[in-house]
């Protein structure tokens, strides 16, 4: 089977890899991911790119993607930016929750916020170079950290 083919039980954070903001975030949401069931993959890895080949819409795309697995009949769905935060802050849970508040902005200011800040990642502090998973968190990674 092709890497990013392979059907996973749950949601599916892709990142950027090479961004230290990025795995404070990933490093976050392994933090506060409760049931435990939230995988990752970066954005360049085989499984990522496997992603990105069975959605054109994801071409060129840099950002946060968040990946609903298909079942029962249902396709597949990718959600970026914004609505990629917003739907990891909502599967989080807890106090996190307050998060869906965001969708009473429309879409394109959030985006454009999620912009800015995509923007200057590479820049803000609290980046560490890459993600290293623990041992029991390494199973969660689809393709590598």
């Known amino acids: 089977m092709a890497p990013g083919t392979e059907q996973v039980p749950g949601p599916v954070l892709l990142y950027d890899g090479a961004c230290g903001f990025c795995g404070t975030a990933v490093r976050l ?6 049931r435990g069931t939230l995988r990752f993959a970066a954005l360049g890895s085989a499984w990522g790119l496997g992603v990105a080949a069975r959605h054109p819409e994801l071409e060129g795309t840099d950002s946060m993607v ?5 079942g029962a009949g249902a396709p597949e769905r990718v959600f970026v930016r914004s609505e990629a935060a917003l739907r ?15 969708r009473a902005v429309p879409r394109a200011v959030r985006d454009a916020a999620y912009d800015l800040v995509a923007r200057h990642r590479h820049r803000l502090p609290g980046g560490g170079a890459c993600v ?5 968190e390494r199973a969660r ?3 590598g950290p």
């Open 29 to 34: 949401a392994l933090r506060h991911d409760r």
């Open 66 to 70: 968040w990946l609903e697995p298909g």
């Open 88 to 102: 990891l802050a909502a599967y989080l849970g807890g106090a996190w929750r307050l998060l869906s508040a965001a």
């Open 132 to 136: 290293v998973p623990s041992a029991a």
């Open 141 to 143: 990674f689809l393709g």
